[in-house]
Protein backbone atom coordinates (compact mmCIF):
# COMPACT_ATOMS: atom_id res chain seq x y z
CA UNK A 1 0.00 0.00 0.00
CA UNK A 2 1.37 3.61 -1.27
CA UNK A 3 1.62 6.13 1.44
CA UNK A 4 0.42 9.83 0.04
CA UNK A 5 3.79 11.78 -0.09
CA UNK A 6 3.65 14.87 2.49
CA UNK A 7 3.50 18.24 1.19
CA UNK A 8 6.93 20.25 1.43
CA UNK A 9 6.69 23.52 3.70
CA UNK A 10 6.29 26.28 1.80
CA UNK A 11 7.92 29.52 3.27
CA UNK A 12 7.04 33.26 1.79
CA UNK A 13 9.67 36.43 2.36
CA UNK A 14 7.60 39.83 2.44
CA UNK A 15 9.07 42.95 2.94
CA UNK A 16 7.77 44.02 6.43
CA UNK A 17 4.96 47.07 6.65
CA UNK A 18 4.74 49.61 9.55
CA UNK A 19 7.06 49.98 12.23
CA UNK A 20 9.81 47.89 10.99
CA UNK A 21 11.70 46.19 13.98
CA UNK A 22 15.57 45.93 14.25
CA UNK A 23 15.62 41.83 15.32
CA UNK A 24 19.48 42.62 15.85
CA UNK A 25 19.13 38.80 16.94
CA UNK A 26 19.65 37.94 13.43
CA UNK A 27 22.82 38.76 13.26
CA UNK A 28 23.91 36.47 15.61
CA UNK A 29 22.31 33.31 13.82
CA UNK A 30 23.95 34.47 10.63
CA UNK A 31 27.17 35.15 12.68
CA UNK A 32 29.24 32.17 10.40
CA UNK A 33 27.94 34.15 7.37
CA UNK A 34 29.64 37.34 9.25
CA UNK A 35 32.75 35.49 9.21
CA UNK A 36 32.74 34.03 5.65
CA UNK A 37 32.02 37.39 4.25
CA UNK A 38 34.70 39.17 6.66
CA UNK A 39 37.32 36.80 5.65
CA UNK A 40 36.42 37.10 1.80
CA UNK A 41 36.92 40.56 2.14
CA UNK A 42 40.06 40.58 3.77
CA UNK A 43 41.53 37.71 0.98
CA UNK A 44 39.96 39.47 -2.17
CA UNK A 45 41.59 42.96 -0.73
CA UNK A 46 45.29 41.51 -0.72
CA UNK A 47 44.67 38.76 -3.80
CA UNK A 48 47.43 39.22 -6.17
CA UNK A 49 49.29 42.22 -4.11
CA UNK A 50 52.40 42.61 -3.94
CA UNK A 51 53.32 43.54 -0.63
CA UNK A 52 50.12 41.94 0.77
CA UNK A 53 49.28 42.86 4.50
CA UNK A 54 52.37 45.60 3.90
CA UNK A 55 50.15 48.19 3.00
CA UNK A 56 48.31 48.42 6.44
CA UNK A 57 52.17 49.35 7.54
CA UNK A 58 53.24 51.49 4.92
CA UNK A 59 50.15 53.56 4.21
CA UNK A 60 50.74 55.13 8.19
CA UNK A 61 54.32 55.50 7.77
CA UNK A 62 54.00 56.80 4.78
CA UNK A 63 51.23 59.81 6.45
CA UNK A 64 53.39 60.12 9.66
CA UNK A 65 56.44 61.03 7.49
CA UNK A 66 54.65 63.60 5.01
CA UNK A 67 53.05 64.84 8.74
CA UNK A 68 56.16 65.07 10.82
CA UNK A 69 57.93 67.59 7.66
CA UNK A 70 54.84 69.49 6.63
CA UNK A 71 52.93 69.98 10.06
CA UNK A 72 55.86 69.94 12.14
CA UNK A 73 59.02 70.63 10.75
CA UNK A 74 57.78 73.57 8.91
CA UNK A 75 54.31 74.73 10.07
CA UNK A 76 55.58 74.03 13.45
CA UNK A 77 52.97 72.25 14.78
CA UNK A 78 53.68 70.69 18.52
CA UNK A 79 51.94 68.23 20.17
CA UNK A 80 49.44 68.75 23.03
CA UNK A 81 50.90 70.25 26.20
CA UNK A 82 52.93 68.04 28.49
CA UNK A 83 54.14 65.70 25.69
CA UNK A 84 57.92 66.24 24.26
CA UNK A 85 57.88 67.92 20.60
CA UNK A 86 60.78 65.21 19.49
CA UNK A 87 57.76 63.01 19.86
CA UNK A 88 55.45 64.29 17.05
CA UNK A 89 55.84 60.98 15.01
CA UNK A 90 54.41 59.13 17.29
CA UNK A 91 51.66 61.86 18.48
CA UNK A 92 50.53 61.61 14.45
CA UNK A 93 51.15 57.76 13.87
CA UNK A 94 48.34 57.38 17.39
CA UNK A 95 46.22 59.29 15.45
CA UNK A 96 46.72 58.01 11.94
CA UNK A 97 45.87 54.55 13.52
CA UNK A 98 42.22 54.59 15.10
CA UNK A 99 41.62 57.07 11.79
CA UNK A 100 42.78 54.64 9.11
CA UNK A 101 40.42 51.91 11.21
CA UNK A 102 37.88 54.27 10.37
CA UNK A 103 38.74 55.20 6.69
CA UNK A 104 38.91 51.80 5.52
CA UNK A 105 35.36 50.71 7.75
CA UNK A 106 33.42 53.48 6.15
CA UNK A 107 34.75 53.30 2.52
CA UNK A 108 33.92 49.45 2.15
CA UNK A 109 30.84 49.36 3.98
CA UNK A 110 29.46 52.57 2.37
CA UNK A 111 29.64 50.95 -1.14
CA UNK A 112 28.76 47.00 -0.20
CA UNK A 113 25.75 46.98 -0.73
CA UNK A 114 26.45 47.70 -4.68
CA UNK A 115 29.31 45.60 -4.63
CA UNK A 116 27.57 42.31 -3.10
CA UNK A 117 24.48 43.07 -5.84
CA UNK A 118 24.99 39.30 -6.70
CA UNK A 119 23.95 38.27 -3.26
CA UNK A 120 21.13 40.71 -2.77
CA UNK A 121 19.60 39.55 -6.17
CA UNK A 122 19.94 35.75 -5.16
CA UNK A 123 19.47 34.41 -1.73
CA UNK A 124 17.63 35.85 1.49
CA UNK A 125 20.13 37.01 4.89
CA UNK A 126 19.49 40.27 7.33
CA UNK A 127 21.27 42.67 4.56
CA UNK A 128 22.69 44.33 7.67
CA UNK A 129 25.19 41.51 7.56
CA UNK A 130 26.90 42.88 4.72
CA UNK A 131 27.92 46.32 6.18
CA UNK A 132 29.12 44.56 9.53
CA UNK A 133 31.22 42.29 7.86
CA UNK A 134 32.85 44.98 5.53
CA UNK A 135 33.48 46.95 8.69
CA UNK A 136 35.06 43.96 10.81
CA UNK A 137 37.67 43.27 7.73
CA UNK A 138 39.76 46.45 8.49
CA UNK A 139 40.43 44.72 12.02
CA UNK A 140 43.51 42.75 10.40
CA UNK A 141 45.55 46.31 9.15
CA UNK A 142 44.88 47.54 12.70
CA UNK A 143 46.11 44.54 14.20
CA UNK A 144 49.78 44.70 12.25
CA UNK A 145 49.43 48.71 11.92
CA UNK A 146 49.74 48.56 16.12
CA UNK A 147 52.77 46.02 16.18
CA UNK A 148 54.18 49.15 13.96
CA UNK A 149 53.27 51.58 16.89
CA UNK A 150 54.50 49.36 19.70
CA UNK A 151 58.03 49.41 17.57
CA UNK A 152 58.10 53.27 17.13
CA UNK A 153 57.05 53.47 20.73
CA UNK A 154 60.02 51.55 22.13
CA UNK A 155 62.34 53.04 19.60
CA UNK A 156 61.43 56.47 20.90
CA UNK A 157 61.68 55.44 24.69
CA UNK A 158 58.16 55.72 25.79
CA UNK A 159 56.52 53.58 28.01
CA UNK A 160 53.41 52.22 28.04
CA UNK A 161 50.79 52.73 30.39
CA UNK A 162 47.98 50.70 31.66
CA UNK A 163 45.86 53.21 30.34
CA UNK A 164 46.43 50.81 26.54
CA UNK A 165 43.66 48.74 28.30
CA UNK A 166 41.19 51.18 26.73
CA UNK A 167 42.08 50.78 23.57
CA UNK A 168 39.71 48.12 22.89
CA UNK A 169 36.45 49.91 23.45
CA UNK A 170 38.26 53.07 21.80
CA UNK A 171 38.30 50.63 18.74
CA UNK A 172 35.08 49.41 19.05
CA UNK A 173 34.01 53.39 19.02
CA UNK A 174 35.67 53.75 15.80
CA UNK A 175 33.96 50.69 14.34
CA UNK A 176 30.55 51.89 15.39
CA UNK A 177 31.29 55.63 14.01
CA UNK A 178 32.40 54.13 10.49
CA UNK A 179 29.11 51.79 10.77
CA UNK A 180 26.90 54.32 11.90
CA UNK A 181 27.92 56.65 8.87
CA UNK A 182 28.18 53.63 6.52
CA UNK A 183 24.64 52.29 6.83
CA UNK A 184 23.24 55.92 5.84
CA UNK A 185 25.50 55.99 3.21
CA UNK A 186 24.79 52.22 2.03
CA UNK A 187 21.52 52.48 1.61
CA UNK A 188 21.42 55.81 -0.16
CA UNK A 189 24.35 54.49 -2.61
CA UNK A 190 21.67 51.97 -4.04
CA UNK A 191 19.19 54.30 -4.60
CA UNK A 192 21.89 56.88 -5.73
CA UNK A 193 25.32 56.40 -6.61
CA UNK A 194 26.19 59.66 -6.39
CA UNK A 195 27.20 58.81 -3.32
CA UNK A 196 30.16 56.80 -3.82
CA UNK A 197 31.47 59.14 -5.53
CA UNK A 198 31.30 61.46 -2.92
CA UNK A 199 32.56 59.30 -0.02
CA UNK A 200 36.18 60.18 -0.87
CA UNK A 201 35.73 63.31 -0.72
CA UNK A 202 33.83 63.35 2.51
CA UNK A 203 36.51 61.32 4.27
CA UNK A 204 39.10 63.53 2.84
CA UNK A 205 37.21 66.68 4.67
CA UNK A 206 36.28 64.63 7.39
CA UNK A 207 40.33 64.14 8.58
CA UNK A 208 41.24 67.64 8.34
CA UNK A 209 38.15 68.11 10.58
CA UNK A 210 39.65 65.71 12.66
CA UNK A 211 42.87 66.22 15.44
CA UNK A 212 45.05 64.35 12.91
CA UNK A 213 48.09 66.18 12.25
CA UNK A 214 47.11 68.82 14.95
CA UNK A 215 46.75 69.21 18.56
CA UNK A 216 43.11 69.48 20.33
CA UNK A 217 44.67 72.17 21.98
CA UNK A 218 44.27 74.90 18.97
CA UNK A 219 40.64 74.38 19.85
CA UNK A 220 39.47 76.93 21.93
CA UNK A 221 38.97 75.32 25.40
CA UNK A 222 36.79 78.37 26.65
CA UNK A 223 33.21 78.85 25.05
CA UNK A 224 31.33 75.89 23.35
CA UNK A 225 33.86 75.56 20.69
CA UNK A 226 35.41 72.43 21.82
CA UNK A 227 32.05 70.85 22.64
CA UNK A 228 30.69 71.52 19.13
CA UNK A 229 34.27 70.14 17.66
CA UNK A 230 33.42 66.98 19.28
CA UNK A 231 30.43 66.51 17.79
CA UNK A 232 32.64 64.70 15.20
CA UNK A 233 33.07 61.72 16.76
CA UNK A 234 36.64 61.27 16.00
CA UNK A 235 37.81 63.83 18.13
CA UNK A 236 36.68 61.57 21.20
CA UNK A 237 38.87 58.68 19.51
CA UNK A 238 41.50 60.08 18.21
CA UNK A 239 42.34 61.84 22.11
CA UNK A 240 41.42 58.57 23.40
CA UNK A 241 44.05 56.81 21.72
CA UNK A 242 46.63 59.58 22.49
CA UNK A 243 45.87 59.89 26.44
CA UNK A 244 46.07 55.82 26.24
CA UNK A 245 49.04 56.19 24.46
CA UNK A 246 51.31 59.37 25.36
CA UNK A 247 49.25 60.82 28.32
CA UNK A 248 48.08 63.09 26.72
CA UNK A 249 44.59 64.92 28.50
CA UNK A 250 42.32 62.50 28.98
CA UNK A 251 39.04 63.43 26.83
CA UNK A 252 36.47 63.77 29.77
CA UNK A 253 33.58 66.08 28.55
CA UNK A 254 34.48 65.20 24.68
CA UNK A 255 34.76 61.95 24.70
CA UNK A 256 31.25 61.78 25.68
CA UNK A 257 29.87 64.00 23.68
CA UNK A 258 31.78 62.21 20.96
CA UNK A 259 29.99 58.42 22.53
CA UNK A 260 26.60 60.37 22.26
CA UNK A 261 26.66 61.02 18.99
CA UNK A 262 27.84 57.12 17.19
CA UNK A 263 24.71 56.58 19.89
CA UNK A 264 22.20 59.07 17.34
CA UNK A 265 23.97 58.10 14.15
CA UNK A 266 24.24 54.64 14.89
CA UNK A 267 20.26 54.00 15.69
CA UNK A 268 18.96 56.34 13.06
CA UNK A 269 21.47 55.15 10.71
CA UNK A 270 19.84 51.47 11.38
CA UNK A 271 16.10 52.35 11.47
CA UNK A 272 16.67 54.12 7.99
CA UNK A 273 18.95 50.90 6.96
CA UNK A 274 15.62 48.75 7.95
CA UNK A 275 13.05 50.93 6.28
CA UNK A 276 14.93 51.09 2.75
CA UNK A 277 16.13 47.10 2.92
CA UNK A 278 12.77 46.21 1.17
CA UNK A 279 14.17 48.09 -1.54
CA UNK A 280 17.60 46.89 -2.29
CA UNK A 281 17.12 43.66 -4.07
CA UNK A 282 14.87 45.92 -6.49
CA UNK A 283 17.06 48.98 -7.06
CA UNK A 284 20.35 47.32 -6.80
Known amino acids: MSSKPQALPVTYLRPPRGW ?20 RDIKVRYKQAVLGVGWAILQPILHMV ?3 IIFSRLAGLKPD ?5 DLYPIFSFAA ?17 LVANSNLLTKIYFPRLIIPFSAVAAGLVDFGFSFLVLVG ?7 ALSWNMVWLPLLMLLALLAALAVGLWLAALNVQYRDVQH ?20 LIPADGPW ?6 NPMVGVIQGFRWALLGAAPPSQIMWVSVAMVVVLLVSGLYYFRSMERTFADTV
Open 226 to 231: RVLYAL
Open 198 to 217: MVPFLIQAWMYASPVAYSLD
Open 66 to 68: IFT
Open 152 to 158: LMLFYGV
Open 81 to 85: AGIDP
Open 20 to 39: IPLNLSQLWAYRELIYFLTW
Open 96 to 112: LLPWQLFQGALQRSSIS
